[in-house]
């Protein structure tokens, strides 16, 4: 087999088999589940909130007016760009037959005729599988945005920055207050979780609030519920995956935040992925050079993630909508 054959399958198989392996990629990303897609982001997505004080008074005769003035204040998502660059040499492909002769094609057989196609679905599908870990495991939360300098590829996680360094900087900025629960041990994840969610604002406890934490955390808390109460030994019932009193409130173990002992909610759709077009991170070129005698295979997308709206316009904490613990 040489170039000409696998670039020719490479392409083949990638207009046949598109819808499937756009697809295919949304499995991975476990987290993207839980964000509002936002489309057509060019280079920053700027979220406006608002909040007023009080409006409601008692009657009396003549005109009050209140003394509060509706604020205005704004979120920024900025996209950055990213990029898939793979390469394919004409040494690779022995190497490539070989390793498809002997594992790829077991069910295909031993024409060589199916080679170019078998190859060309390992390529792609290995490809796609490893952009959707580090989109978890690398980007999502701890994505920490670094300039990359030429020639040398930068990581997954310096693409742009994730929600834990979103969280950080709206600490920082004054514009989150983190519940003051300090540190706990894994026996205590269970009563940990629920002081946290006594500390939401009562206007957002009967929202659909997943607490996020780490898939460790998660099975703590169980771990914990089974030590604690004993009585629910299934904990696959969907109608115990619940924390406290609130049936709408769950703990959900984000793959992507490892070891962190942070926990974190927001309002339902005020998480968000901003993306310069539809699905535009599915996007892959395939491209022969005959010349340098390879084959190339290449993506460009943008890419940002954060908060529509985060809070603390005013003072109060009812003004927050997102809520993190201070420990990390």
């Not at 490479?10 to 756009?22: P, V």
Request: glycine fraction near 8%; include cysteine; hydrophobic fraction near 35%.
């Amino acid at each position: 087999m040489n170039l000409e054959e696998l670039n020719a399958a490479l392409g083949a198989y990638f207009r046949l088999h598109q819808a499937q392996i756009e697809a295919f990629l949304t499995q991975g990303f476990y987290t993207r589940q839980f964000l509002t897609i936002i489309s057509g982001v060019k280079d920053q997505y700027v979220a406006n909130n608002k909040h007023l004080a009080s409006i409601l008074q008692p009657y009396i005769r003549g005109f009050t007016p209140k003394t509060d003035k509706l604020a205005f204040g704004t979120e920024i998502t900025q996209v950055k760009r990213a990029k898939i660059d793979y390469e394919i040499t004409s040494d690779d492909i022995v190497d490539m037959e070989k390793s498809a002769l002997g594992i790829l094609l077991q069910g295909v057989g031993s024409n060589t005729t199916n080679l170019p196609s078998g190859i060309a679905n390992m390529v792609f599908n290995s490809i796609l599988d490893k952009s959707e870990e580090e989109m978890e495991m690398d980007l999502v939360w701890n994505g920490a945005f670094d300039e990359a300098t030429y020639p040398t590829p930068g990581d997954a996680e310096d693409i742009n920055d994730g929600f834990d360094k979103k969280l950080d900087s709206s600490i920082d900025s004054g514009r989150l207050t983190p519940f003051a629960l300090g540190a706990y041990s894994d026996a205590e994840v269970l009563d940990y979780t629920e002081e946290f969610v006594k500390n939401l604002p009562t206007p957002v406890k009967r929202k659909s609030m997943p607490i996020f934490m780490s898939v460790r955390n998660e099975e703590l808390y169980w771990e914990n519920r089974r030590t604690k109460f004993g009585t629910h030994t299934d904990h696959s019932d969907d109608s115990v995956l619940t924390v406290h009193k609130y049936k709408n409130i769950k703990p959900v173990g984000l793959p992507s935040m490892g070891d962190s002992k942070r926990m974190f909610t927001t309002v339902p759709g005020n998480m968000i992925m901003c993306e310069d077009g539809t699905g535009e991170e599915r996007r892959l070129t395939v491209t022969l050079k005959p010349d340098e005698r390879c084959i190339r295979i290449t993506g460009d997308f943008k890419v940002g993630f954060g908060f529509r709206a985060v809070g603390k316009i005013s003072s109060s904490l009812n003004d927050q909508v997102v809520f993190c613990n201070d420990t990390k």
